[in-house]
């Protein structure tokens, strides 16, 4: 079933784009970490650092990666600042206990995500497919799964939501766009565009 009414369209269309400028940041990050391969290692750590990652849809500063523990399996990241929509974070941090590097592939299936809050993450990224596949959970019910495909210019994207509590997205709808206060969505929302233009969007999702 589509998303009933005309409100829960935009609100969903809302959601959608911030989504999908967080998957492009983490991407952005991910590369970071695919980077930190090709430093030498010194005593027992691999360690890259970059002053600024920026996009149309996000601006991040001080940003450091860094390996360590035995094979280099233990990943920190964090960024000094990070600017999104309007709204600004600092000290965000990424954690894995054990990251898996084979290839092109960068993934890790118990992240921990501090960017406000404190959510589970895990996430797969193909460098030389350019594919990302990243689930954030809030809660044990509570999952927001991203699946994307990015080309040279171009994205597709598809997000799988499960029991995902709208209250969340209240603070990322723009002002003309009736927010919902309460409640929880599942479905998925499909959508496509150029950049941090955002071109098509399917959604069925269930309130």
Same mark, same amino acid.
């Given at each position: 079933?589509?998303?009933?009414?005309?409100?829960?369209?935009?609100?969903?269309?809302?959601? =959608?784009?911030?989504? %999908? =400028?967080?998957?492009?940041? *983490? %991407?952005?990050?991910?590369?970071?970490?695919?980077?930190?391969?090709?430093? !030498?290692?010194?005593?027992?750590?691999?360690?890259?650092?970059?002053?600024?990652?920026? &996009?149309?849809?996000?601006?991040?500063?001080?940003?450091?990666?860094?390996?360590?523990? !035995?094979?280099?399996?233990?990943?920190?990241?964090?960024?000094?600042?990070?600017?999104?929509?309007?709204? %600004? *974070?600092?000290?965000? +941090?990424?954690?894995?206990?054990?990251?898996?590097?084979?290839?092109?592939?960068?993934?890790?299936?118990?992240?921990?995500?501090?960017?406000?809050?404190?959510?589970?993450?895990?996430?797969?990224?193909?460098?030389?497919?350019?594919?990302?596949?990243? %689930?954030?959970? !809030?809660?044990?019910?509570?999952?927001?799964?991203?699946?994307? =495909?990015?080309?040279?210019?171009? *994205? +597709?994207?598809? $997000?799988? $939501?499960?029991?995902?509590?709208?209250? +969340?997205?209240?603070? *990322?709808?723009?002002?003309?766009? !009736?927010?919902?206060?309460?409640? $929880?969505? &599942?479905?998925?929302? +499909?959508?496509?565009?150029?950049?941090?233009?955002?071109?098509?969007?399917?959604?069925?999702?269930?309130?």
């Amino acid at each position: 079933m589509s998303s009933p009414n005309r409100c829960g369209g935009d609100v969903f269309a809302a959601s =959608q784009a911030t989504v %999908t =400028q967080r998957a492009a940041l *983490w %991407t952005s990050l991910l590369l970071v970490i695919a980077g930190c391969c090709a430093i !030498p290692a010194h005593a027992g750590r691999l360690a890259l650092s970059v002053d600024d990652i920026g &996009s149309p849809s996000f601006h991040a500063k001080t940003i450091s990666a860094e390996l360590a523990g !035995p094979g280099y399996s233990r990943f920190t990241a964090r960024i000094g600042e990070l600017s999104l929509q309007g709204r %600004t *974070w600092r000290n965000a +941090r990424l954690t894995c206990p054990k990251i898996f590097l084979e290839k092109s592939v960068v993934s890790c299936a118990n992240a921990t995500l501090q960017m406000g809050e404190t959510l589970a993450l895990s996430f797969r990224y193909d460098t030389a497919a350019r594919s990302l596949d990243l %689930t954030l959970r !809030p809660s044990a019910s509570e999952s927001w799964r991203v699946a994307a =495909q990015f080309g040279k210019a171009s *994205w +597709r994207a598809v $997000v799988s $939501v499960k029991n995902g509590d709208v209250a +969340r997205l209240s603070s *990322w709808i723009p002002e003309s766009v !009736p927010k919902l206060a309460k409640g $929880v969505v &599942s479905g998925d929302v +499909r959508a496509a565009g150029v950049g941090a233009e955002l071109r098509e969007l399917q959604a069925d999702l269930r309130l």
